[in-house]
């Protein structure tokens, strides 16, 4: 699992920074065209709606019982796109690489910690 979400972690981050101005149209208010909201909202539905499917399917949960995987998914999402725009921006002062095992190690904390929320909301 590690491996696993240091290289899905990668592959995002990589993508959103291999040309700054990705993250920052993706992400930032730089217009506010009816187009680009929806752009970016889908986009973030979408890596929030993938990363909790994943988790599901990780730790054999069952979304219809406990929503807390929504929960984690849009924290995590957010707090990453925050993080990669902080980066950017030269707030964040880390290497590319400690970027992404630290946003890995976050995302794998988080997941482990949803699971047994969920697990003992199930009595379990």
Same mark, same amino acid.
């Given at each position: 699992?590690?491996? #696993?979400? =240091?290289? @899905?972690?990668?592959? %995002?981050?990589? =993508?959103?920074?291999?040309d700054p101005w990705? &993250? ?9 065209s009816p187009a @680009?909201?929806?752009?970016?909202? &889908? @986009?973030?539905?979408? #890596?929030?709606? &993938?990363?909790? *499917?994943?988790? =599901? %399917? =990780?730790?054999?949960?069952? *979304? ?10 849009? #924290? %995590?999402? +957010? ?10 921006? +030269? ?5 590319w690489e400690q970027?992404? @095992? ?6 794998? &904390? ?12 199930? +009595?379990?």
């Open positions: 699992m590690p491996e #696993l979400a =240091h290289a @899905a972690i990668k592959a %995002l981050i990589e =993508h959103l920074t291999d990705r &993250a920052r149209i993706l992400f930032t208010d730089l217009t506010e @680009a909201r929806a752009a970016r909202r &889908a @986009a973030i539905q979408g #890596l929030e709606t &993938a990363l909790s *499917q994943y988790g =599901h %399917l =990780h730790y054999e949960a069952n *979304q219809e019982t406990d929503p807390i995987a929504a929960v984690t998914s849009s #924290l %995590l999402v +957010g707090g990453t796109i925050e993080v990669i725009l902080n980066w950017l921006d +030269g707030t964040i002062p880390m290497g970027l992404i @095992a630290d946003v890995a190690a976050m995302w794998l &904390a988080n997941g482990d910690a949803t699971a047994a929320r969920a697990k003992a909301r199930r +009595g379990g």
